[in-house]
């Protein structure tokens, strides 16, 4: 059974900074696609940063030049470091990927979400 399982979130005031960790384990094939999404309270769940098996990266505007993603295809995990936190960036934070499991089907996985909390 596939599981992303995250981990690094927390409190932490505005300017500060926070790196997130996902990894991902079970039967896996193969993993395409690794982001991180997030939602606050009252809205939508949003894609935050994404990071193919390449290692192309694509960022929503509203993180640009302060989050990298990077990920690890040896162990399968993604990161998510995140500077000069702004209050707006409080939400649960989720990994997803897009991953082809061992026997299986490529498949959408999510993890449980980890909460990021920033105080002004």
């Known amino acids: 059974q596939v599981q992303l399982v995250e981990s690094g979130g927390g409190l932490v005031q505005a300017g500060g900074s926070l790196r997130l960790s996902c990894a991902a384990s079970g039967s896996i094939f193969s993993i395409n696609t690794m982001d991180w999404y997030r939602q606050a309270p009252g809205k939508q769940r949003e894609l935050v940063a994404s990071?193919?098996?390449?290692?192309?990266?694509d960022y929503a505007d509203s993180v640009k030049g302060r989050f990298t993603i990077s990920r690890d295809n040896a162990k399968n995990t993604v990161n998510l470091q995140m500077n000069s936190l702004k209050p707006e960036d409080t939400a649960v934070y989720y990994c997803?990927?897009?991953?082809?499991?061992?026997?299986?089907?490529?498949?959408?996985?999510w993890g449980q979400g980890t909460q990021v909390t920033v105080s002004s």
């Open positions: 997803h990927a897009h991953l082809l499991p061992q026997p299986g089907r490529p498949f959408h996985y």
């Open positions: 990071i193919s098996s390449r290692g192309n990266t």
